[in-house]
């Protein structure tokens, strides 16, 4: 009896075990709907320079699709081929960089603008399959768009063939009902005027420079948000050291006790910003930051004075890994 009951759940679990499986299979080609962003392409000068400044700029671009041997050139904010292959290695497996020049090979130069646009804004790859979500552009203006990808086409294309993206057990199975692409909350502006306004600061810190996507704890499976605002906590490896070292991101909220910016003046902020990178691990696109005039980092600053006070002390922003 005993022994017929065993047989039967064993089957039952195999049944069970083998029917996940084949769901999670199918579930790794989901294809997503989503609209085409309205994105003109413009040889304007003024557009191609306000593209280059968002590039390599606030939008931190070459942080990440940057060639990765150029370190010392990204932490200058030097102008660097696009060409990725960075790695991320994630508890969901390894997730590529890709190449973003405009090479019709290995790179963006035969997708259509709409759908690379798409990919941004609503996290729907040209072939409907969902993007991981790295990237704050969901609700980045249809005119800053228009800047980034009218220049990402003048730039030199590079033959260079980066691995497709490979997830571990874990990451089908999170993939396959987990993961959702992320898309714009509410109706994204057609231009964000530039001035040092909080609205700007607002526009800049949550749309185009990511400073809440690490100031802010977030799900390493899903990238979900999953703590209070810009009051830091989040955790990432170091870039240099990774098995020894993480960091920490500190709290940017307007906290008197807890609040990394506590005494700080706007002056002391911009000159912070503009000084780069003072600890070697940190993963902040501190090169390309430095390349942010003092209008946009005043406008962020100001910004960050208007977020609700989040009490939570972040003791160090380095932190040694016990062996
Ligand atoms: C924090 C790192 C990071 C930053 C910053 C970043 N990217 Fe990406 N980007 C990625 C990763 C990772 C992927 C691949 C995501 C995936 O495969 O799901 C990607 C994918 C893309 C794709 C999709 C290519 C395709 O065909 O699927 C485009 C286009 C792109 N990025 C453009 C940009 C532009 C333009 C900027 C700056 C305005 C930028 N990225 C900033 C990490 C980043
Ligand atoms: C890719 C993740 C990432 C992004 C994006 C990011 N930060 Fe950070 N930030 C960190 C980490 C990690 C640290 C702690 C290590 C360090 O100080 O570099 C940090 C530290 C800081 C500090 C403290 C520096 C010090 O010397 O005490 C400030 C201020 C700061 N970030 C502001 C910003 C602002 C403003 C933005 C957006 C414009 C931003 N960060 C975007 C990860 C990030």
């Not at 590039?55 to 942080?63: L, N, S």
């Not at 009902?177 to 909350?185: A, E, N, R, Y």
């Amino acid at each position: 009896m005993i022994k017929k009951i065993l047989k039967w759940t064993g089957i039952g679990l195999l049944v069970l075990v083998v029917a996940l499986s084949v769901t999670v299979a199918m579930r790794q080609n989901l294809k997503y709907e989503a609209p085409y962003p309205d994105i003109a392409l413009s040889t304007d000068s003024a557009t191609l320079k306000r593209g280059e400044y968002l590039v390599y700029g606030p939008g931190h671009c070459a942080d990440c699709h940057g060639k990765v041997d150029m370190m010392e050139a990204k932490e200058n904010g030097d102008i660097v081929p696009l060409i990725g292959g960075y790695q991320f290695n994630l508890p969901v497996g390894t997730v590529y960089v890709p190449n973003i020049t405009p090479d019709k090979e290995t790179g963006i130069g035969n997708i259509e603008t709409k759908a690379l646009a798409r990919a941004l804004r609503y996290g729907v790859k040209p072939d409907g399959s969902v993007v991981f979500d790295f990237m704050p552009f969901h609700n980045t203006s249809d005119a800053d768009m228009s800047a980034i990808f009218s220049y990402l086409k003048t730039m030199q294309p590079v033959k260079h063939e980066v691995p497709q993206s490979k997830l571990n057990l874990l990451g089908k199975v999170v993939k396959a009902f987990l993961i959702k692409p992320v898309g714009p909350d509410g109706d994204v502006p057609k231009v964000v005027e530039e001035d040092t306004s909080v609205e700007y600061g607002k526009y800049l810190a949550n749309s185009v420079a990511n400073c809440r996507g690490c100031h802010t704890k977030r799900d390493l499976m899903t990238g979900a948000f999953i703590g209070p605002e810009f009051a830091g906590g989040f955790e990432m490896e170091s870039i240099v050291e990774p098995t020894k070292y993480k960091c920490v991101t500190p709290n940017l909220t307007p906290d008197p006790e807890t609040g990394r910016l506590a005494g700080w003046t706007e002056q002391a902020f911009i000159n912070r910003l503009h000084g780069g990178k003072a600890i070697r691990h940190s993963a902040m696109p501190w090169g390309p930051f430095k390349r942010m005039s003092d209008n946009n980092l005043k406008a962020i600053y100001r910004y960050l004075q208007t977020v609700k006070p989040v009490h939570n002390k972040v003791e160090k922003t380095l932190v040694e890994i016990p062996a």
